[in-house]
């Protein structure tokens, strides 16, 4: 392709582009497609001779685009979400043509910095102390392995690093019952194993009873187990739940154990200054984790992952082979170091144009819309005769069901509720997703697309 046709096809996408986010709605939000729809329409062999853009774009359209879900359609109230906003998308296409790879200060001196200031912005915004220092990770699921990973290294002083886990000392992990399933991950690649993950029950309030996490953990010391990290959620999946961070860094405090928060979704409305009291006794933790990429309209991937303690970090993942050597290695950060991938993107710049064009109180305005939408649609539930709200909602997340009068068999509400999350969902007007409040199955609805009214 020559610059020419560049030009030509890149104002050809732009132009699609704005019509698609403009008119989103026109399509069903959750894909209707059936599967292997998709894959029999593409051929089984690569093509030996060039394709003209303007026929892969043509298929584009017809194959591929009927078999997406629609993430960034309004009422797309599903899972989390995955926002993303106009201004990111200009900075990912400026991000693509630079196609740079950020993996050390000198392979792209601007990136580390810019990434180093987003997160100064970033900490500032949510109310972060200012001993904490972030990094960009991919996921949330990333951050917290890499929090894992850094707690056990330093609860072993960097031995399992070293030698491998095999020194007969059995390691365990702790997280509430509700948390998120890339904990359970975590555990199974760090070394830890599932079965020294324990799960800490929750109160009614679906936050972590400290009390709780006490007692597990004195009980593995006393069977000569070694504690190494808590992991608190602000803002569980399922219902929202929020841990009590001040009480659990009592424990972990005092039985010097890490303490690592998970606010993936939550922690964008910490940029609300009334939300603020969610992190109470944060200054305790030791890592914390929020995903732009979920609620501040930056495209995935972008996940904000701080640290207090950045040597302890550094430490663990740190490897530099001759190759990786450069001369101001000693007084840049590499950010290499401060994760898995070698390899890094350049997630810092959509950062930077989403900040920079919405402003805080742009950012500030949205998010409390969401909330405000969500308690309304929380209101209307509570209202309606034929639906109850299963839990209190958390800030723009609602898990409720249908509940006609007359009907208490809870197999036959369970087999109307499925019914009707799949009679919604195929209509392909809203989608939504389901969960289970003690048993009962539950529409999760959430408030948090960018262009939701
Ligand atoms: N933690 C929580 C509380 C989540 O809700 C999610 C995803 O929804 C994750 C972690 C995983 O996020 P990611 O996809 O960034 O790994």
Known sequence: MNSDDF????????????????????????????PNDVLTQLPTDPPIRPEPVSQVFEDFQSVILPGMT?????????????????????????TATLAAQCMSWETSPAATELEIRMLQWLQQMIGLPGDFIGSIQ?????????????????????????????????????????AHSSVEKAVKIAGIG????????????????????????VKDIEASRHPICVIGTLGTTSVGGFDPIREMSQVTTRHNVWLHIDAAWAGSALILPEHRQLIDGIEHADSFVFNPHKWLFTNFDCSAFFVR???????????????????????VTNYRDWGIQLGRRFRALKL?????????????????????????TAAAIDAAPDFELLVTPALSLLCFRYHPVGVDDATQLDALNEALLHRLNDSGSLYVTHTRVDDAYAIRFVVGQTDTE
């Open 309 to 331: 303690d950045p040597e302890a970090l550094i430490e663990t993942f740190r490897i530099t082979p001759e190759y990786l050597k450069t001369r101001q290695d000693s007084v």
């Open 138 to 178: 991919d996921t949330a699921s990333t951050a917290t392995l890499v929090a894992l990973i850094t707690a056990r290294e330093r609860a072993t002083t960097y031995r399992a690093n070293d030698s491998g886990l095999n020194h007969g000392e059995e390691l365990t992990a702790y997280c509430s019952v509700d």
């Open 7 to 34: 030009r030509h096809h890149a104002h050809e996408f732009v132009d699609w582009m704005a019509d698609y986010l403009d008119q989103v709605e026109r399509f069903p939000v959750k894909a209707q497609v059936q």
């Open 352 to 376: 930077w144009f989403v900040i920079r064009t919405y402003g805080l109180e742009g950012l500030r305005t949205k998010i409390r819309s969401h909330i405000q939408m969500a308690q309304e």
């Open 70 to 94: 629609h993430w960034q359609h309004p009422n797309f109230h599903a899972y989390f979400p995955a926002n993303s906003s106009r201004p990111s998308v200009l900075a990912e296409m400026l």
């Open 194 to 217: 599932q079965r020294n993950l324990r799960r800490i029950p929750v109160d009614r309030s679906h936050g972590m009873i400290a009390s709780a996490l006490e007692d597990a953990i």
